[in-house]
């Protein structure tokens, strides 16, 4: 049978949906790009906030129309929606042939075998499933980097996030499962393996003492895999046991660390477990131990009871910080979560100021950063064919994540074959500086 995927929302939905895939290849279905040419149409939702979920319930009502017109025989709908509100969304689209929770994954198989029009409602059950370095997975980037997801869930309970109602309790993968599947990806041509999770740095705290994080990192680093990059890292957990296995550990110098505010009273009001001082500390540590770190985070502006005073003490703190890239997002009411029925919630007006306010900071802080670049030498791993026209290929130094970060655009003025084969590493001179995106030679 003829399968089409549509996958939303973040790289974690991405590995959910390269295992769904990777089973379904197994079995013997086609994966096909173009929606109109398959018998089964399957999208992997996001719920995380509005704009995700209008998004995945627009994605489901394009689908479903495609289908009452065209050749597919089926609609599944699976992903973090589906989890939330599987049988809302049944009632309001009964186009839709099946739901699947996110912990059901292993039953794609068996909905697709089934795709004959009829209705095959599957509950979503309780989160609790996580795969295996068994478990068949198809990438589908076309690029030299995966994502590994070493957890699944989150216990924190931050009042403004959701999550945890739909991916659940923190689940840790054994390590050395992981240090299997990241040898394994290794051995497929994968050159940067991006460690994932909603909290990455818990990994481990539910294994009864058999490896945290820094273990983690200490084992990945005796694989054969090039670069290793651990993301989503809370700045509560960070330790001094975990920064000396961490300056042992063969990563690359980047860290992700998503601080949210600057203010100790919307930081207890978020439930972050930790102060504005307390994540300077651990900034100014970091940098201190990780020599030439990218320190990479993101801000929540907008949260209930954020007022003037509080929102100029996040501008202080990202001023003292001084990050080399900032992402920053407006709070979004989440049903079911402690902040949605707080007092004083701000207007939708005022939370678009401040966080232009915020962007427009980090640019000027970063730009002198930024223009240092220029007239350096830098490892660059070609990650592929460029967006822009004008270069045929781009890469990534060590400091640029993929999708998140800007690229080091690529060209090669004596025309060289292969210098620049998505896979390779090679280093190039740093000759243009464009905002966030460098130009190399």
């Known amino acids: 049978m003829k399968v089409h995927f549509t996958t939303l929302g973040c790289p974690k939905n991405q590995v959910d949906s390269e295992l769904m895939l990777g089973m379904l290849t197994e079995a013997g279905h086609q994966i096909v790009e173009a929606a109109e040419g398959a018998d089964c149409l399957v999208v ?12 995945s319930v627009n994605t489901i009502l394009e689908l479903a129309q495609l289908k ?13 929606l589906t989890q939330r509100y599987g049988g809302e969304i049944q009632t309001e689209i009964p186009e839709i042939n099946a739901i699947l929770g996110t912990s059901e994954l292993h039953r794609i198989v068996d909905l697709v075998n089934q795709a004959d029009g009829r209705q095959a409602w599957v509950s979503a059950a309780p989160p609790g499933y996580l795969y295996d370095a068994q478990t068949p997975r198809l990438l589908t980037g076309r690029v030299p980097y995966a994502y590994v997801k070493i957890a699944e869930g989150c216990d924190m309970g931050c009042t403004f996030c959701a999550i945890p109602q739909f991916r659940g309790r923190h689940r840790s993968r054994p390590l050395a499962d992981i240090v299997a599947e990241v040898n394994g990806l290794a051995r497929r041509g994968i050159q940067e393996a991006i460690l994932v999770s909603q909290d990455t740095l818990a990994y481990g705290r539910d294994l009864s003492g058999n490896g945290d994080i820094g273990d983690l990192l200490l084992a990945l680093s005796d694989t054969t895999m090039p670069w290793i990059r651990p993301m989503y890292l809370h700045p509560a957990h960070v330790t001094e046991r975990l920064i000396a296995k961490w300056q042992r550990a063969r990563v690359v110098p980047y860290l992700d660390m998503p601080v949210q505010h600057g203010d100790d ?20 540590r970091l940098r201190d131990a990780i020599p030439g770190v990218t320190l990479r985070t993101t801000v929540l502006v907008g949260f ?3 007022t003037e005073a509080a929102f100029q003490n996040l501008l202080g703190f990202v001023e003292d910080a001084g990050f080399d890239r900032l992402g920053v997002f407006t709070y979004s009411v989440e049903e ?35 223009k240092a670049f220029f007239g350096t030498r830098q490892t660059v791993l070609v990650d592929g064919p460029s967006a822009d026209s004008a270069f045929p290929f781009e890469g990534r130094t060590a400091g640029q994540a993929p999708e998140i970060d800007g690229v080091v655009l690529l060209r090669d003025r004596a025309l060289t074959p292969g210098r ?19 130009v190399g030679e």
């Open 265 to 284: 009273g919307i930081l207890r009001a978020m439930r972050r477990g930790v102060t504005a001082q307390r994540m300077l500390d651990v900034i100014a």
């Open 68 to 80: 009452e017109r065209g050749r597919a025989r089926a609609l599944i709908v699976t992903g973090c």
């Open 420 to 438: 620049f084969a998505p896979g390779l590493f090679t280093e190039v001179a740093i000759v243009e500086v464009e905002g966030y995106e460098l």
């Open 336 to 370: 079911g979560t402690p902040a949605a029925d707080m007092a004083d919630q701000v207007p939708a007006e005022v939370m678009a100021e401040r966080a232009q306010q915020v962007q427009d900071l980090q640019d000027r802080l970063a730009w002198p950063r930024q």
């Open 304 to 306: 209930p009871g954020e």
């Open 44 to 55: 992997n939702t996001c719920a995380f906030i509005d704009r995700a979920r209008e998004e």
